[in-house]
């Protein structure tokens, strides 16, 4: 887990080293919608690796942000989920994809006059 002495004293830089890369935010986004087990993720994650995947579930578990649970099941069962601290991220998210879609749709209409 990262210190408090270890953040940035701006906010906006906390956020972006905690979930500022590409990975880190694709993830985030599968797991609003409900938990997935880490083979889904991966196939779900076009080109990311084993390694990449799991070094950032790590670190974003040990964030607080990302819950691992393991079912005590033959052959063992791992899911990951967002924790209420992650789940505080949806707002975030979701005002990414409406500027994400708002910058299409702008693109578009540029591309058609």
Avoid at 5 to 27: F, H, M, R, S, Y
Wanted: hydrophobic letters at 40%; aromatic letters at 6%.
């Amino acid at each position: 887990m990262i210190k408090k002495e270890d953040l940035p004293a701006c906010p906006v830089a906390t956020t972006v080293q905690l979930i500022g890369n590409k990975w880190k935010l694709l993830i985030l986004r599968n797991l609003l919608a409900r938990p997935w087990r880490f083979n889904e993720l991966h196939k779900s994650l076009e080109g990311i690796s084993q390694k990449v995947l799991t070094s950032h579930l790590r670190e974003m578990e040990s964030d607080g942000i990302v819950k691992r649970e393991v079912y005590a099941e033959v052959p063992p069962r791992v899911e990951y989920s967002l924790s209420p601290l992650g789940e505080s991220m949806r707002p975030i998210l979701n005002a990414m994809q409406e500027w994400g879609n708002n910058y299409k749709e702008g693109l578009n209409k540029l591309a058609a006059e």
